[in-house]
């Protein structure tokens, strides 16, 4: 097992000598494993940092770590690719930016709006085996509010344990609830509350990033209402929307809720290509 440079390792103090014949034992001593304390190894997997790789957003203190509840808000078009091309990057090194995951789960919360299969054109960008990446995401859909809440209430811990799976992002989370006229809103309410419960309970060692529209009818107070009390329960969250002045420009926001840095927020521009594109210098 490799680990890295962090204090609580236990090295060697036995040096090596450069020689035409080494001994038997300074070849021994190069071959030694490596210790460190369980604390460090603790900390060093916590410490692990899955990034976008698109420079704008690395660099404005939103790099996404084990046990964060991540949400991504805008237009369906523009979540999505965000959300497959941390799929792919979930699967890459961590020194490409990525989790060295060996699965991620993905859950289509808006049926079939979600097209997971972007992932191949991230995946070419890249130059990764296509046919591992696909076969390294998992996917599962719902249809109605009680598909979504009884996965992510009873099924999810346990394919969590079953797959041993680091990373798990939620596309269009609140699409079932907010377009289904005859849904009762106090059941509603008490399910996104069950939902949102769930998913935080989730975050032993396991990073989930979630999606969903931005909501602005004013018709539907209670739905709006629901809306803003979702936000305050995630630790870090990414708001895009359109640019009013240039076409092509996304207007960025991101907030950053973590305890250690409190009112981390900053906006910024991006091009809309800037989502589809990788950097190429992970």
Known sequence: MRFDNDDGRYHSTKQLHISSSPSYEQLSS??????????????????RILTFDIEKIDSCCINLTIEDCVCIIGKRE?????????????????????????????????????????????????????????????????????????LLINELPRIIRRFNVKVIMIADL??????????????????????????????????????????????????LYVYHKILLRFDKRIEITNNNSKINLLDVKIYNNNYSKKNCNRSLLLEETDLQIVSGCT
């Open 78 to 150: 523009y979540t999505n690719a965000i959300l497959i091309r941390l799929c792919v990057r979930a699967l890459m090194s961590k020194r490409q930016g990525g989790f060295e995951s060996t699965n991620v789960i993905f859950i289509d919360a808006g049926g079939k709006h979600s097209d997971v299969y972007q992932c191949v054109n991230f995946a070419r960008q890249y130059g990764l085996d296509i046919k591992k990446i696909l076969q390294s995401i998992l996917v599962t859909r719902a249809f109605t509010i009680y598909q979504l809440a009884d």
């Open 30 to 47: 190069s071959l030694l494993p490596k210790f460190q304390t369980a604390y460090a190894d603790i900390e060093g997997r916590r410490r």
């Open 174 to 223: 609140l699409n079932l609830f907010t377009n289904d006229p005859n849904i009762d809103h106090n059941e509603a309410v008490s399910l996104i509350k069950e939902i949102i419960n769930s998913i935080r309970k989730t975050l032993d060692n396991v990073l989930v990033i979630v999606s969903f529209q931005q909501q602005h009818n004013d018709r539907h107070h209670h739905k």
